[in-house]
């Protein structure tokens, strides 16, 4: 083999094991690729089995038999239980009873003397407070004839307008029924069974259905009207959760104060369901509300960020990611909280301004910590076909917006009526996903409906001291209980 030959051998040996070794570095950088890929999958995965509802909007229930840590609270040193000075629910005597037994003794026990008729005196007072034996209360309604004895017309008697048939159950039955399966979720057979059990009545389950429907369409003005003075406020608190109808999913949303429950439910979740419910676009106040973007659209009312919330996007950074700066918020926001109500305990509205800027300051000193931990990603290499912004950490994310929106976050420290959590709204959607867990999905729209206008009518009227078969009553005799615009 000559010079040239074995030159131009080595020279396509050398070729091939440069393309061997470009194939195998193509191969390297897609399992790099791969493995960072998986990396962060396992991580996110990670994430999501950390979180439980100490750390995010999971509810207990879904935490399992697992031991659950301690709540961050500082303990008050005081035994559990009532506290000295508590005024307790002891039962206690009632000046006029119902019933009055006496019990005399019939006879001295040394000189066996007859006491008969013998007048004394009541020297101890017991009573027993108990419910006495339940039935239906028959009414029988009848219209009379009467001939005038001048022109001998006769002329009828009328029925009360709520007295239709000959035989039918009371307002107050349909109000107890509706209570029982609207209210404590009693499922319709259960609610027929309670009615059987309690007052000897045989209630069908389409009874129940009926009056549920009849009830609801009594209630569209009154809840038109709720919703008319959520509007109107000044503050309201908002949330909305997954519910299923028919099978699919759907949106409840919700918008409460302190004294008003409204509840509507819609296919859609964004903007276009809560311009079809129509708080949103009348409000003018402030709204207290978690992170969800769709609520930004709205320009016309101030904005609040729920504290708890944010506590527990921290807490995930500070236990999963050991992130000390989201510690160090995390606990500044809860002394902001207790500082705060404190104030509120003493009857102030607003906080005393030095302080209120030494806790801001703190604030922004903090967050500038967490920047430092997290300097912005170098800009992509010349040439790279990555386009747009790189993607953010959750870290580098919740820092963006502990700034850039500061004011929703401290909210609460600029004016002491404005709460620190949302929970108001969580609380007034609770019993709706409990009814879920129960039935697991309403059977119709117009189900739905009538659970949101029944639960609105009678959340509003828990808040605002009313007796719930007493409101259920007055609303299946066509007077629902007016609705008091209380701020």
């Not at 229930?61 to 629910?89: E, I, K, Y």
């Not at 109107?232 to 949106?251: F, K, M, N, S, Y």
């Not at 944010?310 to 909280?337: K, P, S, Y």
């Amino acid at each position: 083999m000559s010079e040239q030959e074995r030159v131009a051998q080595l020279e396509a040996e050398n070729a091939s094991l440069r393309q061997q070794l470009a194939g195998a570095l193509a191969v390297i950088a897609r399992l790099e690729a791969t493995v960072a890929c998986q990396a962060e999958r396992i991580t996110a995965l990670e994430g999501r089995l950390a979180k439980d509802s100490h750390n995010s909007s999971k509810p207990p229930a879904s935490d399992g038999l697992a031991h659950r840590p301690h709540p961050r609270r500082v303990t008050s040193g005081r035994r559990s239980g009532g506290q000295p000075g508590h005024p307790g629910q002891t039962l206690t005597l009632v000046e006029m009873p119902d019933v009055v037994v006496t019990h005399a003794p019939s006879c001295r026990i040394q000189c066996q003397h007859e006491l008969a008729g013998v007048p004394g005196r009541v020297v101890e007072r017991r009573q027993v407070h108990d419910v006495p034996p339940l039935r239906l209360e028959v009414t029988e309604h009848q219209a009379v004839a009467v001939r005038c004895p001048v022109c001998q017309v006769v002329t009828c008697g009328t029925f009360p307008p709520e007295v239709t048939v000959p035989a039918q159950y009371g307002a107050r039955l349909r109000a107890v029924a509706v209570y029982l399966n609207q209210y404590q979720l009693v499922p319709e057979e259960r609610t027929h069974e309670a009615l059987a059990d309690l007052f000897g009545c045989t209630v069908s389950d389409g009874s129940i259905a009926t009056w549920v429907d009849q009830i609801a369409g009594r209630l569209a003005p009154t809840v038109a009207r709720i919703a008319d003075f959520v509007a109107a406020g000044p503050h309201q608190h908002a949330d909305e959760t997954g519910v299923r109808i028919a099978g699919r999913l759907h949106w409840l949303h919700v918008n409460s104060t302190r004294w008003l429950t409204h509840l509507a439910w819609h296919p859609k979740r964004g903007k276009e369901a809560l311009e079809a419910i129509g708080i949103w676009p009348r409000f003018h106040g402030r709204a207290t509300h978690d992170r969800w973007a769709r609520y930004d659209a709205y320009h016309a009312c101030h904005h609040s960020w729920c504290g708890a919330h944010l506590v527990r996007d921290l807490t995930v950074l500070a236990e999963e990611q050991h992130q000390g700066w989201a510690e160090a918020v995390r606990d500044l926001l809860l002394a902001m909280h207790a500082a705060a109500q404190q104030w509120r305990a003493h009857g102030a509205a607003w906080m005393p301004v030095q302080e209120r800027a030494e806790w801001i300051a703190a604030y922004h000193e903090l967050v500038a910590q967490g920047y430092a931990t997290h300097p912005p990603p170098s800009p992509p290499a010349t040439g790279s076909s990555q386009r747009g912004r790189r993607k953010q950490s959750p870290a580098k994310h919740l820092l963006d917006a502990l700034l850039g929106q500061a004011d929703r976050v401290l909210a609460f420290l600029a004016d002491l009526r404005v709460p620190f959590t949302n929970n108001q709204a969580e609380r007034d959607l609770r019993m709706v996903k409990v009814q879920q867990k129960i039935s697991g999905t309403f059977r119709s729209e117009a189900g739905a409906t009538a659970h949101c206008r029944i639960r609105s009518y009678l959340g509003t009227m828990r808040k605002q001291g009313q007796g719930m078969l007493d409101a259920l009553t007055a609303a299946f005799l066509g007077r629902p209980f007016p609705i008091a615009q209380e701020y």
